[in-house]
């Protein structure tokens, strides 16, 4: 195989699992909105390099407009929460001096109520799961709490393989010395069995006349 045509595959493979992983985020958003019989749900990524929350799935209001949309990482309640790594419930955001009404209202659909947790992976936080507009209850229970630590756990869960998954096509599509290296390792991983050996030997000598 040429190694544009293993790249090209290395690189497709990268692709296809980021798209499992964000089919996997849209079903967490889908299903917590169902169980909690909210308005909407949303899971923000952090993207640590530009010091935004992302918009990474959404359902319910706002789902045909706000994926990609981004929002400096201190913003509004989410930013509250991934900096202090708390979980939140809110029954009246409009007296909440947190709330960030006038982002709310750039995204067209303003909350009343909200329920949020960190996305937390290996003490990384990776970003924030909001549930919004459940119907009114008397108190929010324990069990709903843990309810939706188990969804923040699996959107966190999910958050890391599509880092993962990303950082994978970029190293593959990078011109650095790290990228020809991935691609060196690849090449070498797909050689038959009686190619392979002598290719590990050249790999070691290079190592040796590189190294310290």
Same mark, same amino acid.
């Given at each position: 195989?040429?190694?544009?045509?293993?790249?090209?595959?290395?690189?497709?493979?990268?692709?296809?699992?980021?798209?499992? !992983?964000?089919?996997?985020?849209?079903?967490?958003?889908?299903?917590?909105?169902?169980?909690?019989?909210?308005?909407? @749900? @949303?899971? %923000?990524?952090?993207?640590?390099?530009?010091?935004?929350?992302? %918009?990474?799935?959404?359902?319910?209001?706002?789902?045909? @407009?706000?994926?990609?949309?981004?929002? *400096?990482?201190?913003?509004?309640?989410?930013?509250?929460?991934?900096?202090?790594?708390? *979980?939140?419930?809110?029954?009246?955001?409009?007296?909440? *001096?947190? %709330?960030?009404?006038?982002?709310?209202?750039?995204?067209?659909? #303003? *909350?009343?109520?909200?329920?949020?947790?960190?996305?937390? !992976?290996?003490?990384?936080?990776?970003?924030?799961?909001?549930?919004?507009?459940?119907?009114?209850?008397?108190?929010?229970?324990?069990?709903?709490?843990?309810?939706?630590?188990?969804?923040?756990?699996?959107?966190?869960?999910?958050?890391?393989?599509?880092?993962?998954?990303?950082?994978?096509?970029?190293?593959?599509?990078?011109? @650095?010395?790290?990228?020809? #290296?991935?691609?060196?390792?690849?090449?070498?991983?797909?050689?038959?069995?009686?190619?392979?050996?002598?290719?590990?030997?050249?790999?070691?000598?290079?190592?040796?006349?590189?190294?310290?």
């Amino acid at each position: 195989m040429a190694d544009e045509e293993l790249r090209d595959a290395v690189a497709a493979g990268a692709l296809a699992a980021e798209a499992g !992983h964000r089919e996997l985020l849209q079903s967490i958003v889908e299903v917590a909105r169902a169980i909690f019989g909210a308005r909407a @749900s @949303s899971i %923000f990524l952090l993207d640590a390099e530009a010091d935004e929350l992302v %918009f990474e799935a959404v359902a319910g209001e706002g789902a045909a @407009s706000l994926i990609g949309q981004r929002l *400096p990482s201190s913003t509004g309640i989410a930013g509250w929460v991934l900096v202090t790594r708390q *979980p939140l419930v809110l029954d009246d955001l409009e007296n909440d *001096p947190r %709330f960030a009404r006038d982002v709310a209202e750039s995204t067209g659909y #303003v *909350p009343k109520s909200l329920m949020a947790v960190p996305l937390l !992976h290996d003490e990384e936080v990776l970003g924030v799961l909001q549930v919004l507009d459940r119907p009114q209850r008397e108190r929010f229970s324990l069990q709903e709490m843990e309810l939706l630590g188990l969804f923040g756990n699996q959107a966190a869960i999910a958050l890391d393989l599509l880092g993962r998954a990303r950082r994978a096509r970029a190293v593959v599509d990078d011109a @650095s010395p790290l990228g020809v #290296v991935a691609r060196l390792a690849a090449t070498l991983d797909a050689l038959p069995e009686d190619r392979r050996e002598p290719g590990l030997a050249l790999l070691a000598s290079l190592e040796r006349v590189l190294g310290p």
